[in-house]
């Protein structure tokens, strides 16, 4: 078996950041006899650390401490340009990523047979695509489990006693940018859009982050996508196989005659029935190509045809991603707070004729423009809010000058820090009570906020939560 490129028995290996990733870190840490010391100037989540039983560093303590360090093992949310890795670059000592921890782990058999790995990446569509790819692998017989980016770490998976036989991971550019040596048996790239700008300094960097998940045995590329389907020309993959809303050529799972068919993994050339696009949740061409790459991933490890039919024919879409909330007066709220960004709001949004948007927060450096051209003619009104409302609106006053448009300014103090929470809910019901007046029946109101949204909530799901609330009030 391999062996750990490092030897961490009794050795001490400081772990940034205290938040979930980082406690995951040290459960993994002490089960291999290693002594892990979190490091985190947040009081907070210092307390939070508290039951670990551990040393807690500030930054300062950390950097005085590097010359008895074996490893850095850093948290995703810290970018590469902090200068604590510089420093400890100097001090010859290497940093990982706490996925890279887990790989080595996995790897070196320190908690039992190692698992096939399966990731997936994307600016949107991560979420949906892992948990249809689990259901379809449980469904073949594995014991799968969904970790990774969203919420369950890869780390308490490679600890649970089950012992699942197969990782669906869930990776964020961040967590690939600190993972240069995981090869997952299929690695799924689904699209690549601008995101994160300030944390990878350039579209470039934050694609190249995203093109780690085709280094392993086979290769997934969204190939309707032209960034993702560049990476997937580039990829070192000995399989490249795409997915697409289209006909699939040999090599790609697509769409024929209204019907989802794999074209890449069976024993000749014909292609084979997967299930019909009809019966795909979410729907539309958002979750048609979640399900194709989920389908790739899940028959690249085994999986077959009939598995995918079964397991996608009753897979239900996780809260807050265009959902519909409901129907009032002939107009239907749906709620998709998880488009974060442009790129996710765009692919809610093409799914709908008529639509009156509530959208804004953090755009985190994201160009909003080639949205609004995009989906303009689809647009009967606009209510925004959040830190960078008014550049949304200024975009939609500049290419859509007619559009009626409503600014919400409560509760939002030009900060990334949330309001109280009345704040917060007064605003809601004033972008809901808006986007009610400049609705007609047939209308879709779809929260699509295109921007992050910790400036006014605690999360993307508070955000969509409140909104189902508010429409549900009427």
């Not at 084979?272 to 729907?283: G, T, V, Y």
């Amino acid at each position: 078996m391999p062996a750990m490129p490092l030897d961490l028995t009794h050795r001490r290996v400081l772990v940034l950041g205290a938040g979930v990733s980082g406690r995951a870190a040290v459960r993994l840490l002490q089960h291999i006899d290693a002594t892990a010391v979190l490091v985190d100037d947040n009081e907070a989540a210092r307390a939070a650390a508290a039951e670990l039983a551990v040393d807690i560093f500030t930054m300062a303590e950390a950097e005085a401490s590097l010359a008895e360090v074996a490893l850095v093992v850093t948290s995703p949310g810290i970018p590469p340009h902090h200068p604590f890795f510089a420093v400890a670059q100097a001090a010859g000592v290497p940093v990982w990523g706490d996925v890279e921890l887990c790989w080595h782990v996995d790897k070196a058999n320190l908690c039992g047979p190692s698992r096939v790995w399966l990731a997936v990446t994307g600016t949107n569509g991560k979420t949906t695509t892992v948990g249809m790819t689990t259901a379809i692998c449980q469904q073949a017989g594995m014991s799968a489990v969904a970790c990774g980016n969203i919420g369950y770490p890869i780390e308490d998976a490679l600890l649970d006693p089950s012992h699942p036989n197969v990782l669906v991971c869930e990776l964020s550019s961040f967590q690939l940018h600190w993972a240069p040596s995981v090869t997952p048996l299929a690695g799924a790239l689904l699209n690549i859009d601008e995101d994160h700008l300030d944390w990878h300094g350039s579209v470039d960097a934050y694609a190249a982050a995203k093109a780690q998940v085709l280094t392993g045995l086979y290769g997934i590329v969204g190939v309707d996508d032209a960034r993702a389907a560049a990476a997937g020309e580039e990829c070192p993959a000995q399989f490249v196989v795409g997915f697409r809303t289209g006909e699939p050529l040999r090599g790609q799972v697509g769409v024929h005659e209204n019907g989802l068919f794999d074209n890449a993994f069976g024993p000749n050339e014909e292609a084979r029935f997967l299930i019909e696009c009809a019966d795909i949740h979410p729907s539309g061409p958002a979750g048609i190509l979640d399900a194709g790459a989920a389908a790739a991933l899940a028959l690249a490890a085994g999986a077959m045809p009939q598995d995918v039919n079964t397991a996608l024919q009753s897979f239900e879409v996780a809260p807050h991603r265009n959902a519909v909330v409901g129907t009032v007066d002939g107009v239907t709220y749906v709620d998709d707070s998880k488009a974060t960004n442009p790129h996710a709001a765009r692919s809610s949004m093409l799914g709908y004729p008529s639509i009156v948007w509530v959208a804004g927060g953090q755009l985190k450096g994201a160009d909003i423009a080639p949205l609004i051209s995009e989906v303009g003619e689809r647009l009967r009104g606009a209510v925004i809010l959040g830190k960078d409302g008014d550049l949304i609106v200024e975009a939609l006053h500049r290419q859509l000058p007619q559009l009626p448009v409503v600014r919400v300014t409560t509760g939002d103090d030009g900060t990334d820090t949330p309001p109280p929470p009345a704040e917060t809910e007064q605003a809601m019901a004033e972008a809901v009570a808006a986007a009610r007046t400049m609705a007609q029946p047939g209308d879709i109101v779809l929260l699509a906020p295109a921007a992050a949204s910790y400036d006014m909530f605690t999360g993307y799901g508070q955000r969509g939560e409140l909104f189902a609330a508010e429409v549900l009030k009427h």
